[in-house]
């Protein structure tokens, strides 16, 4: 079936960079997003990227899509404490509901 | 200004109560969705909507009740069969068709004492 994989934490210096990873096994996906989830808030779409793109960049954030591998990331230049927070991964493989990794949760040290 | 609202944010209730959590979109979205999300875990899906008047069980619907009569509102019964009901819950919704993009509700916090 399907499964999105992500490591469960992350924790990285104020001014760094942040790379989140994530696998996902179906080949089929159209589209691939990223989430960002705060302390008791809900989710709020960051990005997506398109299966037939191999990188998108929008600001501080760029994702990478490897196909073949089925890997993305996403990388935040310049990392913020306002960067902390879980971070999801979501494919899309057409079948409603999206599917969800189990997020990581990114830690920024000032 | 369009979007999803869960309502309460934060609700408490006694052990073998049955409890309703609301959610409404006016985003004209067709599909809608919930989840739970406990501590240090990712989404679990209990339910969700594809069209007003059907619905289909995710993976954990034991103990948990929903309707869809109305596309903008998919409410969700916690009911007294759920074991351990005190967790994040998570209202979502979607366009459906090609872009399958959810948008999520600011979730309701129930505690069971």
């Known amino acids: 079936g399907e499964d999105v994989e992500q490591s469960l934490f992350l924790s990285v210096r104020e001014g760094d960079s942040s790379v989140i990873n994530c696998t996902y096994t179906d080949s089929s996906s159209t589209y691939l997003y990223w989430y960002k989830q705060e302390p008791g808030a809900g989710l709020q779409l960051l990005t997506y990227?398109?299966?037939?793109?191999d990188m998108k960049q929008d600001q501080r954030l760029t994702v990478l899509l490897n196909k073949k591998d089925k890997h993305l990331s996403l990388r935040i230049a310049d990392t913020q404490t306002g960067d902390s927070a879980i971070y999801f991964c979501a494919e899309d493989s057409g079948n409603t509901p999206l599917v969800f990794g189990k997020g990581t949760r990114l830690s920024v040290i000032a | 200004d369009g979007g999803i609202t869960q309502s309460p944010k934060y609700l408490f209730r006694k052990e073998g109560q049955n409890v309703t959590l609301s959610c409404e979109q006016n985003?004209?979205?067709?599909?809608m969705y919930w989840y739970r999300q406990d501590p240090g875990q990712g989404l679990r899906l209990i339910y969700y909507?594809?069209?007003?008047?059907?619905?289909q069980k995710g993976d954990i619907a034991e103990g948990y009740s929903v309707s869809r009569e109305k596309k903008e509102s998919f409410p969700l019964t916690v009911t007294s069969a759920q074991k351990n009901p005190t967790a994040f819950y998570l209202c979502a919704s979607s366009s459906g068709g090609q872009d399958n993009e959810q948008f999520f509700g600011p979730g309701t916090r129930l505690t069971v004492l």
């Open positions: 990227i398109f299966s037939n793109m």
């Open positions: 909507s594809q069209i007003v008047n059907d619905f």
């Open positions: 985003l004209n979205h067709d599909a």
